[in-house]
């Protein structure tokens, strides 16, 4: 029985690294195609920032949130406090 940790530890880290890259451009794809169809009024400009702030914010509540509060969870995070 193969796993994935099995088929990853076979590549290079240069193609693990890939393959991580390939899957968070897969994940913001279909996440902004998921909010062009739920806001179809939103611009190109607006979905790339709903879509970035929900990468920073994960499973945060963004509208329950005040700006400072946003930016104690996001600076939590850098500093890997969260």
Same mark, same amino acid.
């Given at each position: 029985?193969?796993?994935?940790?099995?088929?990853?530890?076979? %590549?290079?880290? *240069?193609? @693990?690294?890939?393959? !991580?890259?390939?899957?968070?451009?897969?994940?913001?794809?279909?996440?902004?195609?998921?909010?062009?169809?739920?806001?179809?009024?939103w611009d190109a400009e607006r979905l790339g %920032?709903?879509? *970035?702030? @929900?990468?920073?914010? !994960?499973?945060?509540?963004?509208?329950?949130?005040?700006?400072?509060?946003?930016?104690?969870?996001?600076?939590?995070?850098?500093?890997?406090?969260?």
């Amino acid at each position: 029985m193969t796993g994935t940790a099995e088929v990853l530890r076979h %590549k290079t880290p *240069a193609e @693990r690294l890939r393959i !991580g890259f390939n899957l968070w451009e897969s994940a913001c794809r279909m996440l902004k195609a998921h909010l062009g169809k739920t806001h179809p009024e939103w611009d190109a400009e607006r979905l790339g %920032k709903e879509v *970035a702030k @929900r990468f920073i914010m !994960g499973p945060y509540r963004t509208d329950r949130l005040g700006l400072s509060e946003i930016w104690k969870v996001i600076n939590d995070r850098i500093r890997g406090n969260a």
